[in-house]
Antibody, heavy 117, light 110 residues
Framework: EVQLVQSGAEVKKPGESLKISCKGS????????IGWVRQMPGKGLEWMGI????????RYSPSFQGQVTISADKSISTAYLQWSSLKASDTAIYFC??????????WGQGTMVTVSS | QSALTQPASVSGSPGQSITISCTGT?????????VSWYQQHPGKAPKLIIY???NRPSGVSNRFSGSKSGNTASLTISGLQAEDEADYYC??????????FGGGTKLTVL
């Protein structure tokens, strides 16, 4: 079965670092773009950035450039989204999704990140 | 880059057709035939229902159709069913080689 499985929910304090993951299976992970999408509580989807695992090429939305880092380890079919210093406003569900820059044909189940003092 | 503009809500009765618009600029929707639409039920991950403006992934009902004119894309759902009640998001490729989503539209089936 083709799927993306994300790491579990996280509760962090402001200023802490965090790295969440997205593991692909059932398909050639390296040859699809993997994107990250934010959904703040009760709000819409926001395109954050995308990575091509075969060469780790990345593209970021201007809104998220410098705020997060997207990486991937193709040897274990896993993509990552990380923060060096979390803020309360980072509280959201984060989805990874497979596809291309403009289309995501498969989505992970989402990772809830809560940042609170 | 600004989010694409969608109506906040639309509604329709079972069996009717509804259309959701998605307005961008010549730097996104108007410049590329790379518009996609997603359906999201509460507490679930989004699901791709239309890609490349008009194409349906395998398994998606033919009651869903997409189109584009100028800087505006549209999603039409015909023969509305109770299960169609969900949030719908458009997305487009943009000139910055990134993607952008619309603000989302809540569909209520009356």
């Amino acid at each position: 079965e083709v799927q993306l499985v994300q790491s579990g929910a996280e509760v962090k304090k402001p200023g802490e670092s965090l790295k969440i993951s997205c593991k692909g299976s059932g398909h050639s992970f390296s040859t699809y773009w993997i994107g990250w999408v934010r959904q703040m509580p009760g709000k819409g989807l926001e395109w954050m950035g995308i990575i091509y695992p075969a060469d780790s090429g990345t593209r970021y939305s201007p809104s998220f450039q410098g705020q997060v880092t997207i990486s991937a380890d193709k040897s274990i079919s896993t993509a990552y989204l990380q923060w060096s210093s979390l803020k309360a406003s980072d509280t959201a569900i984060y989805f990874c999704a497979r596809g291309g820059v403009a289309v995501f044909d498969m989505w992970g189940q989402g990772t809830m990140v809560t940042v609170s003092s | 880059q600004s989010a694409l503009t969608q109506p906040a809500s639309v509604s329709g009765s079972p069996g009717q057709s509804i259309t959701i618009s998605c307005t961008g600029t010549s730097s996104d929707i108007g410049g590329y035939d790379y518009v996609s639409w997603y359906q999201q039920h509460p507490g679930k991950a989004p699901k791709l229902i239309i890609y490349d403006v008009t194409n349906r992934p395998s398994g998606v009902s033919n009651r869903f159709s997409g189109s584009k004119s100028g800087n505006t894309a549209s999603l039409t759902i015909s023969g509305l069913q109770a299960e169609d009640e969900a949030d719908y998001y458009c997305s487009s490729y943009s000139s910055s080689s990134t993607g952008v989503f619309g603000g989302g539209t809540k569909l209520t089936v009356l």
